[in-house]
């Protein structure tokens, strides 16, 4: 059975979206980030970069989020073409999450929320960059149900991180279709099993402790 090392963020619900998707067999083992787990020795073995996720399959370990998702899409022949333009245009849209929605939008959302100063400058800066990037997502969904055309791992990338805007205080308004986009994700089955088994998980993991 695969293992998978993950914790209730962003990053944390994209792997069991997909294994969901893929309806694979896998446990969940929470990393509780709040209390530094991801940074003990035995974690450390799996990620030398103490975070998550992490999917173990068999002798295999494998770390960062994206890596993941196409390991699983390629093992499975599922949820990303096996080639041509398709292919590209899918992994497009999973390195610019990678590379540029999670990470602003984590920023946008830490200065807004979480830093021990408000920064006028910092909340400016990455609320101004949130509103370009999904201005991009737009440019995609306002003609397509998903990002590269057909329902692909590029969504299960992203969806985590866009469903977050209320707490940046952001409005979709503008964006029409991305909001359409939000809702058509929300109410895909093996999205609404992973969030709850992801959570429950965690919940137990807070008992326990």
């Given amino acids: 059975m695969l293992k998978l090392y993950t914790w209730k963020t962003p990053n944390g619900y994209k792997v069991p979206v997909m294994l969901e998707e893929l309806g694979s067999k896998y446990e969940i083992v929470p990393v509780n980030i709040a209390k530094g787990e991801q940074k003990e020795a035995a974690f450390l073995k799996l990620n030398p970069n103490h975070k998550i996720p992490v999917l173990v399959d068999g002798k295999t370990a494998i770390f960062e989020s994206g890596a993941i998702l196409i390991y699983l899409a390629e093992k499975s022949g599922k949820l990303l073409p096996k080639k041509g333009p398709k292919r590209y245009e899918a992994l497009e849209w999973l390195m610019f999450q990678m590379a540029s929605v999670g990470p602003m939008f984590g920023q946008a959302n830490h200065f ?22 999904l201005g ?18 590029a969504d299960i990338a992203t969806w985590p991180w866009v469903r977050i805007y209320n707490s940046m205080g952001i409005t979709l308004e503008k964006y029409p279709g991305v909001r359409r986009w939000l809702k058509r994700m929300e109410e895909r089955p093996a999205v609404k099993r992973a969030l709850e088994k992801v959570d429950e998980a965690c919940a137990k993991a807070f008992e326990n402790n």
């Avoid at 979480?114 to 909340?123: R, T, V």
Wanted: hydrophobic letters at 40%; proline letters at 5%; aromatic letters at 16%.
């Fill in 112 to 133: 807004r929320k979480f830093a021990p100063e408000k920064i006028p400058y910092a909340i400016e800066r990455y609320d101004a960059e949130a509103f370009r990037i």
């Fill in 136 to 153: 991009v997502l737009e440019s995609s969904l306002k003609k397509n149900k998903y990002l590269a055309g057909a329902y692909s791992i």
